[in-house]
């Protein structure tokens, strides 16, 4: 599964990217990373009374583009949450005192980088789009039965964070701090998560180089790596 959503990421990024300098035949960049995470997302404000930090995680990229000091970070957040339901739903004769939601989030991230040897600083900003899973329970007496549902709820968000990583042999150790609104409330509450992440990030920029040479718009354009 991560590796369809690895490999969706990816094309869809360097798409973007091609729509994004007007239909050009190349796209420019230098590296490409993968970044994969774990970590936590603790809610914020009246958030806090719905939800309740459980642990979480990420799958992205990191793209290097043809000036190395900027990149674009497509990521998916997969954020779990304890959950209680305070306000009743029509729809269902019982409240759910302890269950657990989902938020699954697809970021489409740009940010800065500043490089200090092993050890690189970044900041990035970016719109989001994703589904918020609730949890809701419908009693069914006859059969002495609870029949656990999901409604899943189209979201539109906005990501900020900054981060920093180092270089060993061969991979990055890396930690991101992260802040995500959901412009969509959750039981009329807003929606406000500081995320913790820790991860490590490796260099798969000939996935990159392979995958860029056989996409493109109307099957018609080509990829480029910049030349180091």
Known sequence: MKQFLLTFILLFTFWACA??????DTIHYRKVYYWGTTGMGFPIGKTKEILSPKFSGSIGLDISLKN??????PTLYTLSFKYKQRLADPN??????????????????????KQMRRLNVYGFAGPGVGLT??????????????KMENK????????IGAGADY??????????????????????TPVN????????????????????????????????????
């Open 68 to 73: 190395p000091m900027f990149f674009v970070s």
């Open 92 to 113: 269902y004769a019982y409240r759910i005192e302890d269950a657990n939601t989902s938020f699954y989030t697809f970021a489409f991230s740009g940010g800065i980088r």
């Open 19 to 24: 729509i994004a300098q007007g239909g050009a």
């Open 193 to 228: 998560i500081f995320t913790v992440m820790v991860g490590l990030k490796s260099d798969i920029t000939q996935i990159g180089d392979k995958v860029i040479d056989v996409i493109g718009i109307d099957g018609s354009i080509s990829g480029k790596k910049e030349k180091k």
């Open 133 to 146: 899973s609730e949890p809701r329970a419908n009693v069914m007496a006859d059969q002495k039965l609870i």
């Open 152 to 159: 899943n709820h189209l979201n539109f968000s906005s990501k």
């Open 167 to 188: 270089k060993f042999n061969g991979f990055f150790l890396g930690i991101e701090l992260g802040y995500l609104h959901n412009f969509r409330k959750i039981q009329d």
